[in-house]
């Protein structure tokens, strides 16, 4: 059973950058692509971006582009969403998302909240 | 950018059947998917590839694509059916997009 666990809640400043975690487990990690997705309190999805782990390519919506570093790490079934000059708009649940011909599993997602 | 179209909203009676519709210029040449997200979860899978149905997601889930329009069917609408759902599609360039939701609320 494929499993995806992000790190914990965030408090950042307006300017500062954050950087979620998501760990995989009970699958081969570098076999499916991951996705990350935010979404705003009482809004809808909103796609930020993939990454390949086994590549390492990567593909960012557009209004994210230039804010947002999707890496991973292979050895420990791990990517990482960061993004950077944080506004108070970017206040949101993050998910990671499995890429199995559809997003079969989600992590839990991980509240940033950006506060001065 | 590319967008996909939902209605905000939807009612029905219990055991009625709902149709939520998702409208996007891409969409005959795309796949499209379907996740249910209820208060406080992540959201869960329940149509790929325009009709295919994960295992565990109940029969009266059901996916219909027609043109430009994708139609999520539930038949048989249950209480625990209530949720917000997303449509969901890519373009060619491998960007991602979500309808913008639908609350279905059952009577």
């Known amino acids: 059973q494929a499993q995806l666990v992000q790190s914990g809640a965030e408090v950042k400043k307006p300017g500062a950058s954050v950087k979620v975690s998501c760990k995989a487990s009970?699958?081969?990690?570098?076999?499916?692509?991951m996705h990350w997705v935010r979404q705003a309190p009482g809004q809808g999805l909103e796609w930020m971006g993939w990454i390949n782990p086994d590549t390492g390519g990567t593909n960012y919506a557009q209004k994210f582009q230039g804010r947002v570093t999707m890496t991973w790490d292979t050895s420990i079934s791990t990517a990482y969403m960061e993004l950077s000059r944080l506004r108070s708009d970017d206040r949101a649940l993050y998910y990671c998302?499995?890429?199995?011909?559809?997003?079969?599993?989600w992590g839990q997602g991980t509240l940033v909240t950006v506060s001065s | 950018s590319y967008e996909l179209t939902q209605p905000p909203s939807v009612s029905v009676s219990p055991g009625q059947t709902a149709r939520i519709t998702c409208s996007g210029d891409?969409?005959?040449?795309?796949?499209a998917y379907w996740y249910q997200q209820k208060p406080g979860q992540a959201p869960v899978l329940v149509i790929y590839k325009d009709t295919e149905r994960p295992s565990g997601i109940p029969e009266r889930f059901s996916g219909s694509s027609s043109g430009t329009t994708i139609t999520l069917t539930i038949s048989g609408v249950q209480a625990e059916d209530e949720a917000d759902y997303y449509c969901?599609?890519?373009?060619?360039?491998?960007?991602?997009?979500f309808g913008g939701g639908t609350k279905l609320t059952v009577l």
């Open positions: 891409a969409l005959p040449k795309q796949y």
């Open positions: 009970g699958y081969t990690f570098t076999a499916h692509y």
């Open positions: 998302a499995r890429d199995n011909w559809g997003w079969d599993y």
């Open positions: 969901q599609s890519t373009d060619s360039s491998g960007t991602w997009v």
